[in-house]
């Protein structure tokens, strides 16, 4: 479904930090017509400034956690009564969590599935029965490149995203019936934003992007353009598809060499006691458009 983008109605959930920061900003200098979801109202009513000063035609904040359906059924009511209906959703939402699957505890890794995948079927279910109802629209979902491969001490993320691809690839097939619908996953790679070092962590190390980095603003230019123009899987990211080939053809190589490179590359040196980062509460003193990146590499084996 294409849509005039000034004026254009776009909910976007994760909006106070990394990709779906950039994407508000994005959208906003295009002049749209915005409504900003996380968890964190002080920090989403700094982006609606942010996105004010860069032409947004129009901010709604509405704290919201994705893991709680009722939750997101009420914010898309209000978002429609307010704008009068909204023309896409840019899910972007997530948190991620770092350690061996065992040491993870339950509530972390059961707080990652319930904001990662059960929040992306929250929005999602409540973005296609507008839709539907409205013969048009466009939803967006932020996948990754661990949704098609697995590394180690990162289950939870990895688990998640797993099953989101399979989650929007059964929504693209549904929706091929619905007139005017359209839904889209873009799966980066690694990218410089706060959610490493957000992470929680249960491995004594918090994590990194892992190389080649790319930017947010990058990202969220794949998921602007896939509102215009639906697309199966928009990889963001130059080595994905060398991973994922990898994971696929030569599983046995790969298995051999992952953690090695996982703990030189995609670990922090800096030692850190176990926390459950933002994965149960949002931390907003901590949530901006990029992370830190280059992080220092971890050394530790």
């Known amino acids: 479904m294409t ?34 979801v996380s968890r964190a109202r002080e920090v989403l009513e700094e982006v609606a400034r942010e996105c004010t000063a860069r032409g947004a035609q129009e901010t709604l904040v509405l704290p919201t956690d994705v893991g709680d359906h009722e939750a997101v059924d009420a914010t898309f009511a209000a978002a429609v009564a307010a704008l009068g209906g909204v023309d896409g959703v840019v899910h972007a939402a997530g948190v991620a969590a770092y350690g061996r699957f065992q040491d993870v505890p339950p509530e972390v890794f059961e707080g990652v599935l319930r904001t990662n995948l059960l929040g992306t079927a929250n929005v999602a279910r409540a973005a ?13 979902l932020l996948g990754s490149v661990l949704g098609k491969m697995s590394t180690p001490w990162m289950s939870p993320y990895a688990t998640s995203k797993w099953g989101v691809t399979g989650l929007a690839r059964a929504l693209q097939i549904e929706a091929r ?6 839904v889209s996953l873009v799966s980066p790679g690694g990218v410089d934003t706060p959610i490493y070092d957000l992470a929680a962590t249960s491995i004594g190390h918090g994590g990194n992007p892992p190389p080649p980095v790319t930017t947010p603003e990058k990202v969220a230019q794949a998921c602007v353009e896939a509102l215009d123009r639906p697309r199966r899987d928009r ?8 991973m994922v080939a990898g994971f696929r053809l030569l599983p046995g190589v790969f298995d051999a060499l992952v953690t090695p490179l996982m703990a030189r590359l995609g670990l922090d040196g ?20 990029r992370g830190r990146w280059p992080h220092v590499w971890g050394q530790w084996r």
């Open 128 to 140: 296609l029965r507008l839709f539907e109802e409205r013969r048009g629209g466009s939803l967006v």
């Open 270 to 289: 800096r030692d850190t006691a176990p926390h459950p980062g933002n994965v149960l509460e949002p931390v907003p003193g901590r949530e901006a458009v």
């Open 3 to 36: 849509v005039d983008a000034r004026g254009r109605r776009v909910l976007v959930t994760g909006a106070s930090s990394g990709i779906g920061r950039a994407t508000a900003h994005l959208l906003a200098r295009q002049g749209a017509r915005l409504v900003l």
């Open 177 to 182: 019936s619905l007139p005017g619908v359209g």
């Open 235 to 242: 990889d963001v990211g130059a080595g994905n598809q060398v």
